[in-house]
């Protein structure tokens, strides 16, 4: 198994551009979850969604903040226009309804100058 | 509300020693309570986790943690540390079934440093 999935590793971008983060859940899983890494803030779950639809996205910090996930492989998590206080590592996970454990991808580490 | 407290921001240990990483957690039932790690650079990956029984839990390389519904504890341990645990470790918890949140709350990360 190939595992979560996330693309690119690493963004640098300039604040007021669009940024796109990718995710490939791991395949079979129905939850798909976002979470954003900071040193101040800790571990934060943004959103989360079952077959494909958005459960809970009262994580998102704001309207910047969307995420879409059109079919069970594929999920992105957009921020526009973004600001250098989005700079942080992104992770996606997924897990199989009627289990526990979460896996998670590598991260996206994004850095908004 | 479910909540998960990290005391430590950081443990030191010598390598060959016993370690232990300490987790409090607040749920209104009966909790389900995991750990994972993070090594530089990389996604957290699961460790251990309690759900139900033992309160000893053994885990992925050597880990092992003790449920206390007491003292609402679920502390990470290792008899003997080695240089490769170095790492951050996050304790994370939700309500069991029937609490309506499959939501998982993670504590902050204790970064463990184990002396060679």
């Not at chain 1, 969604?49 to 957009?78: H, Q």
């Not at chain 2, 880990?63 to 003997?80: C, D, I, R, V, Y």
């Amino acid at each position: 198994d190939a595992g979560v999935i996330q693309s690119p590793r690493h963004e640098v971008t300039e604040m007021g551009q669009e940024v796109t983060l990718r995710c490939k859940p791991i395949s079979g899983h129905d939850y798909l979850f976002w979470y954003r890494q900071t040193m101040m803030r800790g571990l934060e779950l943004l959103i989360y969604f079952n077959n494909n639809v958005p459960i809970d996205d009262s994580g998102m910090p704001e309207d910047r903040f969307s995420a879409k996930m059109p079919n069970a492989s594929f999920s992105t998590l957009k921020i526009q226009p973004s600001e250098p206080r989005d700079s942080a590592v992104y992770f996606c996970a997924s897990r199989r309804g009627g289990t526990d454990t979460q896996y998670f991808g590598p991260g996206t580490r994004l850095t908004v100058l | 509300a479910q909540s998960v407290a990290q005391p430590e921001d950081q443990v030191n240990v010598a390598e060959g020693n016993p370690l232990t990483v300490k987790c409090t957690y607040s749920v209104s039932g009966n909790p389900y309570l995991f750990w994972y790690v993070q090594y530089p650079n990389r996604g957290l990956q699961f460790l251990l986790k309690y759900i139900t029984g033992d309160n000893l839990v053994k885990g992925s390389y050597g880990f092992e943690a003790e449920f206390n519904k007491s003292q609402t504890s679920f502390h990470l341990k290792k008899p003997s540390a080695l240089v490769s645990d170095s790492a951050l470790y996050f304790c994370a918890v939700r309500d069991g079934p029937g609490a309506g949140s499959y939501q998982l709350t993670f504590g902050k990360g204790t970064k463990l440093s184990v002396i060679p």
